[in-house]
């Protein structure tokens, strides 16, 4: 069973386009975060979510938090080549331990 | 996240044979997480583990998996008599005080195991 759903698993589109990846849950999470993953590295933290309707923005993108903490999204503005990559979405219910979506393969296609 | 290291980058092992996983968590960090992924999934969590202690371990495999975090060094992800379905890139990470900054943590590079 799957705790974290991401949506869609694969993305691809061309530059200058926006995008949006959902992140979703019938469980409550204390926190969410996202994250970004390069081939052969490991996930980047891009942001933590910890209020529910929280929204925040780095540069194009823009996350935000489900008002009752079960869901995110993540909107990228005008994607660019370099956005490409696995973005995914990890929740934590407290017990320090993260639950991973199965990620969102992004590709901007130039 | 470059402070969270991990060592060996890569690791080819036969089966039977025994994996050795290093993580040094990154400065000031006292929180270690090892997690496991498998081709085209997402992370698992396997164990979290302060200064010699193990906090919670609720996703390591019953047989042939350990770790641990000793007061001194890295810390260890162990495999004994590796089977192929054991391949997959295992990740370390780290955070700090849970008072400072709680849930976030910063991932390592990985460790890619291969079992022939």
């Known amino acids: 069973t799957q705790l974290l759903e991401q949506s869609p698993q694969f993305l691809s589109i061309q530059e200058g386009e926006n995008l949006t990846v959902y992140c979703n849950s019938s469980?409550?999470?204390?926190?969410l975060q996202w994250y970004r993953q390069e081939p052969g590295e490991g996930p980047v933290l891009l942001v933590t979510?910890?209020?529910?309707?929280e929204v925040k923005k780095l540069k194009r993108l823009t996350f935000q938090f489900g008002d009752a903490r079960k869901d995110s999204s993540l909107h990228i503005t005008a994607a660019q080549t370099g956005d490409t990559g696995l973005y995914l979405c990890?929740?934590?219910?407290?017990?320090?331990?993260?639950?991973f979506g199965q990620g969102t393969r992004l590709t901007i296609n130039p | 996240n470059a402070g969270v290291m991990q060592n060996p980058r890569h690791l080819v092992r036969r089966r039977g044979q025994e994996a050795r996983l290093r993580c040094s968590p990154m400065?000031?960090?006292?929180?270690v997480y090892w997690y496991r992924q498998l081709p085209e999934e997402g992370l698992k969590f396997m164990v979290y583990?302060?200064?010699?202690?193990?906090?919670?371990e609720s996703g390591m495999p019953k047989e042939r998996f350990s770790a641990e975090f000793p007061k001194e060094g890295p810390s260890i992800l162990r495999i004994q008599q590796v089977v192929r379905g054991d391949s997959a890139a295992y990740f370390c990470?780290?955070?700090?005080?849970?008072?400072?900054?709680?849930?976030?943590?910063?991932f390592g590079p990985g460790t890619r195991l291969t079992v022939l």
């Open positions: 990470a780290s955070s700090p005080l849970v008072a400072v900054s709680p849930d976030t943590q910063y």
């Open positions: 469980s409550v999470f204390s926190s």
């Open positions: 979510v910890v209020t529910g309707g």
């Open positions: 990890a929740g934590s219910q407290g017990a320090q331990k993260l639950v």
């Open positions: 400065k000031g960090h006292s929180h």
């Open positions: 583990l302060q200064k010699e202690n193990i906090i919670d």
